[in-house]
């Protein structure tokens, strides 16, 4: 099994590294760091950088292709939107995380599609003509996109489960010990207090300062 | 706000990068990546390499210490445990994650502490005269461990709730849209059907082939 993952500048590392972790731990994957050129990729925060392996022209064929979210998702035509439709054509499942989900929809891949993103940014699928969907992990035929950076994790855990079988997921989510205990309700903007909520949509773009800190 | 992530060959990228999601969301908050070298370390399924911005030598002192788990934790004494012990006299906070506990032990920081570790590891925190406790994050004193992989972001978040402000915490929780929705209730060794948990234990050094895979 084949997963190329796509890297470029100020991505979102989690929205990679969970799917990864998750699916490096099946035998005989092979998991691909796809950039625009292969070497160092620099994530959003500023403070990490994850190696591509391969560049854009010299990954091979993938059955899962997987796009993470960033800071500065590319949206605009080029390389990488003409990677992924090549990609694409070639998979068998083609999957994002968080505003991965709207670089999928600018390269023209969700026209019609049931999709989800970042909570955030959720109505801006509308844009690229997908049927935005509030749900965790979303399914449509071999698309499947999930919420913001943390949800990579439960869609790939799903994915797995859908590829091989229950069995092999459930050893994986122990491996890994995805027995999540989130220290507050304030996950999604369904369970977070309003304050924090609003003051997230109000700084979406920089946030400077967090909520409660001097 | 000082932020050190110790890498090392074979480490396990989601103990660094779920923390890392975390604490490098506080405005202000520099996080560096650490290795024995500055540059790419491979982490443990041989797939993706994580960037060490600074080596042991050149990294500043540090409030904030995290220790990831990884295939081959560094457990015999050497240039990482003289740098912990450094870096521990000079923290705020030590921290780990998975099996980076036992590091944290065989570097002789962990004597009479509580503190956990990956749950087929747990036993093991004996050798170091640490108390071994089945809980998903563990604070005694400064020193902070997480349990199995995942725990990091659980322990990250709790642990910048305490620095900071629960308000911090709760909004980098839904920039992350952490609500996390496990597929399976399969996460710990308590909820796994027993016969996962068994082929783990019985795997625990080399996977080769999932449950319910042919």
Redesign the interface.
């Known amino acids: 099994m084949q997963i190329n993952i796509l890297l470029y500048d100020r991505m ?3 929205d990679a ?2 799917p ?2 998750v699916l ?4 005989g994957a ?4 796809v950039g625009e050129r292969a070497g ?1 990729v620099r994530t959003d ?1 500023g ?5 591509a ?1 391969a560049s854009l022209a010299d990954a091979p064929a993938a059955d899962v292709v997987l796009v993470p979210g960033g800071y500065a998702p590319p949206l605009t035509p080029g390389p990488i939107h003409e990677w992924l439709r090549a990609a694409d054509a070639a998979s068998t499942w083609t999957t994002s995380v ?1 505003v991965g989900s709207l670089i999928l929809g600018a390269a023209g891949l969700l026209e019609g599609r049931r999709a989800t993103s ?2 955030i940014a959720l109505d801006r699928l509308a844009d690229y003509g997908a049927l935005a969907t509030e749900e ?2 979303v399914f449509d035929g071999k698309y499947v996109t999930a ?5 990579g ?2 869609m790939a ?2 994915l797995l ?1 859908r590829m ?21 309700e ?4 369904a ?3 309003a304050e ?2 609003a ?2 949509r109000a700084n979406r773009d920089t ?7 001097s």
């Not at 403070?47 to 190696?51: N, Y």
């Not at 079988?165 to 050893?171: F, L």
């Open positions: 979102t590392a989690l590294v969970g990864y972790e490096s731990r099946v035998p092979d998991v691909l760091f160092p925060t403070h990490l950088s994850l190696v392996d968080c970042h909570w965790r992990v919420a913001g950076v943390s949800a994790i439960d855990l799903t489960a091989t079988a229950p069995e092999a997921a459930m050893a994986v989510q122990l491996g890994i010990e995805y027995d999540p205990r989130p220290p507050f304030a996950g999604s903007p369970t977070a207090p924090i909520v003051y997230l946030i400077v300062k967090l909520p409660g800190m």
